[in-house]
């Protein structure tokens, strides 16, 4: 979290939620002088491997704007690619930084579990949560890395473990030796080149593994039987926290509330028009796992799986010093190839689950290249190493990048000479250019009256709601509905569901008309006011009859005849008959005696005095209940006559 921005966690729930205190790794790197230039977007709560699973908007991989960046923190991972930023932190559960680094061919680092503290990071699931490192080298990575780690008081799982300097671990291409990393032992996890990945990855990372060899190191399978396993208890793990974590968003405390007349519908209403399809879904399966009966069936298997996997990798890395392995199944994917497909995008998180159950460090760096896209795709390799030691992580890294140049080229004609297709990377064209430009400062867009809708058919779909309606409201003299649209009609579904989109669609259908979304947005917006207005007036009118009967006891309390044989003194006693309509009564009777003793009735009675004549004459005064002067009260009454000298 950072105070200076609003904390969404890309979701509706959080929608405009600032934090009100920085995270100890954005504190950390501010006191070390780094420049916060902006915020990231991320699949919502982290649950997802694209960043569609985002209340708001999708990042494109800037290698091909047609392709995922990789999730859940693909924004950080894009933001780098794109050379917006030096470095950029993400939060890494089961791969989130390590498989978006290999989508957008960056450096992506998942520190060991209790390196870096987790206060101020939104919990998605708390035993396998780590902020992670984006960089445009390993060397930038490792900087950040060194600033952000340390124990805080703040994170009970921090680790007290002194933190070396990771920075001595980087040496310059030039000092490099023939064979630096001699005497290192590699290990090669064989289950992850089975079937399933994609054969343009699988010689990528043969390629790697054939450049540590020339490195010095030595390369051999090994066989983690429990790798499998890693999946299907991690998504039982991670649901069944975020089960837990996210009940914290109920729409009381904090984050968006939804109007409703009593408690529990408050709760559901603020959680269903919250959170988005893939968070409920998740907070399902973890409810379901946890509950009474299903306990030791999944939770607690998935525990003892775990325990498995720990020690299956404790057990390699005791033979090796590290373990490699793709750091995906495939290189980028098209966006919405696999948005309906939830198990095949689980199924990309194969590679890097079992790390974050184990609780290790892994590093993630493009190794090679894929010929897909434009100017084909990166792929990376993942380097697990063992619990605490970044460093040597780092140092190997730094080293197999610092040769990546001849690795790549050597890569690329062992393609060609297999009677591939050459394919020549296609320079953007101007037209290209000034587009992506445009993309980039799109939330200043005005007035673009003059702009081409086909060059605005590529732009606007990247402006938010508020932008859209400000771009409309800025261009006059022009329509804009048939590129703006199925914009609205996109955040139409995002704001009120697929349903209700379909049954604006059927209704238009069925009365043979057609309305712009826009006008059908506000409408609905208007209908869910005018439904929030009422409602608001509903609890109103009950808290006034609760308030009315409130009241009406009090006084019938206040209106008790005290009982005749009470004696004690005026501010009451533990005598018997006591109660608040004695105290009452006395303070009637005192401040009656105060205001015939005050100053006033003095005046009144000087004056009736001057008015009075001197003959000493007898005079009619009717004696009342009440205040002097107060003859209307007491018509009904008992008169006597008395004499009285002013």
Not at 103 to 131: E, H, N, Q
Not at 265 to 291: C, H, N, Q, W
Not at 602 to 622: C, D, G, H, L
């Amino acid at each position: 979290m950072y105070v200076r921005y609003a904390v969404q966690r890309w979701s509706r729930i959080l929608e405009n939620y600032r934090a009100p205190y920085d995270a100890t790794a954005v504190r950390r790197m501010k006191e070390k002088g780094a420049i916060v230039v902006g915020k990231t977007n991320l699949d919502e709560f982290g649950m997802g491997s694209t960043t569609e699973g985002s209340a708001f908007q999708v990042t494109l991989n800037p290698w091909d704007l047609s392709r995922v960046p990789g999730g859940s923190s693909g924004g950080s991972a894009a933001a780098v690619s794109a050379r917006q930023c030096v470095v950029s932190l993400g939060s890494d559960t089961g791969g989130s930084v390590r498989q978006p680094a290999s989508f957008c061919g960056v450096v992506g680092l998942k520190p060991t579990y209790g390196r870096v503290s987790r206060f101020g990071l939104m919990a998605y699931a708390s035993s396998l949560d780590v902020i992670g490192c984006f960089g445009t080298s390993v060397a930038d990575t490792g900087m950040l890395l060194h600033a952000i780690s340390g124990h805080d008081r703040y994170d009970a799982t921090s680790s007290k473990r002194e933190v070396p300097d990771f920075t001595t671990q980087f040496t310059s291409a030039n000092l490099v030796e023939s064979r630096p990393l001699k005497g290192l032992r590699v290990g090669l996890i064989r289950e992850t080149l089975d079937d399933g990945v994609d054969n343009g990855v699988k010689s990528a990372i043969s390629g790697a593994a054939s450049h540590l060899e020339e490195l010095g190191c030595t390369v051999t399978e090994v066989s983690l039987p429990s790798f499998s396993l890693g999946l299907p208890a991690y998504y039982i793990l991670a649901s069944s926290e975020s089960s837990s974590n996210l009940s914290r968003y109920d729409g009381v405390r904090y984050g968006k509330q939804a109007v409703a007349d009593e408690l529990n519908l408050l709760y559901g209403d603020s959680r269903a028009k919250g959170f988005g399809p893939e968070v409920k879904m998740r907070i399902l399966m973890g409810t379901y796992a946890l509950s009474a009966g299903y306990y030791d069936a999944y939770y607690k298997r998935a525990q003892q799986v775990r325990t498995l996997i720990q020690r299956s990798f404790k057990a390699a890395l005791d033979a090796n010093d590290i373990l490699i392995s793709p750091a995906a199944p495939s290189a980028a994917y098209k966006i919405g190839e696999k948005k309906n497909d939830p198990l095949a995008m689980y199924a990309g998180d194969i590679m890097t689950v079992n790390v974050n159950l184990a609780g290790l460090p892994a590093l993630v760096l493009p190794c090679g290249f894929v010929e897909e896209g434009p100017a084909g795709l990166p792929v990376g390799f993942q380097m697990i190493g063992a619990a605490f030691d970044e460093a040597k992580l780092l140092k190997v890294g730094h080293i197999f990048e610092q040769t990546l140049q001849a690795l790549t080229r050597a890569y690329f004609e062992e393609e060609r000479s297999s009677n591939m297709p050459e394919r020549k990377r296609k320079a953007p064209t101007l037209v290209d250019l000034c587009v992506n430009v445009a993309i980039s400062h799109v939330r200043y867009l005005g007035d673009v009256g003059e702009t081409d809708l086909l060059l605005l058919d590529r732009i606007l779909p990247h402006c938010t709601l508020d932008q859209l309606m400000h771009v409309e409201k800025s261009t006059v003299g022009r329509d804009l509905s048939p590129v703006t649209d199925k914009l609205w009609k996109r955040f139409y579904e995002l704001q009120f569901g697929e349903a209700n989109a379909n049954l604006a669609i059927e209704r238009m259908s069925r009365c043979k008309a057609s309305f712009r979304w826009r006008d059908l947005y506000e409408a609905k917006l208007k209908v869910i006011a005018e439904q929030e207005d009422e409602a608001v007036a509903r609890l109103r009118q009950s808290y006034k009859k609760e308030d009315t009967k409130k009241q009406s006891k009090q006084i019938r309390l206040c209106t008790k005849v005290p009982p005749s044989g009470s004696k004690r003194n005026f501010y009451g006693g533990s005598g018997p008959g006591y109660n608040l309509s004695n105290v009452k009564s006395n303070l009637m009777k005192k401040s009656k005696i105060e205001f015939l003793k005050s100053r006033e009735v003095k005046n009144i009675a000087a004056m009736k005095k001057i008015s009075v004549p001197r003959n000493n004459s007898a005079s009619t005064v009717t004696k009342t209940g009440g205040f002097p002067g107060n003859n209307s009260a007491s018509s009904s009454r008992h008169t006597k006559s008395f004499d009285r000298r002013f």
